[in-house]
């Protein structure tokens, strides 16, 4: 059993910083963190960033230079540390481990509200 649990939004207004923690816990052996997601009212879910097999990470267009993805092994945690926060930020985001045979542990998910 895995259990992702997701903290850190809230309502920040345009132009703020917000940083997401996301720690695992459980049979956390056979995992992997995979990255950050969000899903805005009335949208599918999409990546917002992840890393790569490489050690590094990527990020959607739309977050470039603002956003950045970090992980705790020690704290079996990632973090996304968001900036520079806008209006269209707004969702629901979480956070995605994966495990063997591809499959897929998704947090409960924590709310992110941008607006003045």
């Known amino acids: 059993q895995v259990q992702l649990v997701e903290s850190g939004g809230g309502l920040v207004q345009p132009g703020g910083s917000l940083r997401l923690s996301c720690v695992a816990s459980?049979?956390?052996?056979?995992?992997?963190?995979m990255g950050w997601y969000r899903q805005a009212p009335g949208k599918q879910r999409e990546w917002v960033a992840v890393?790569?097999?490489?050690?590094?990470?990527n990020y959607v267009d739309s977050v470039k230079g603002r956003f950045t993805i970090s992980r705790d092994n020690a704290k079996n945690t990632i973090y996304l540390q968001m900036n520079s926060l806008k209006p269209e930020d707004t969702a629901v985001y979480y956070c995605?481990?994966?495990?063997?045979?591809?499959?897929?542990?998704w947090g409960q998910g924590t709310q992110v509200t941008v607006s003045s």
């Open positions: 995605n481990f994966g495990g063997p045979a591809r499959k897929a542990y």
């Open positions: 459980g049979s956390i052996f056979s995992i992997n963190p």
């Open positions: 890393f790569t097999s490489g050690g590094s990470s």
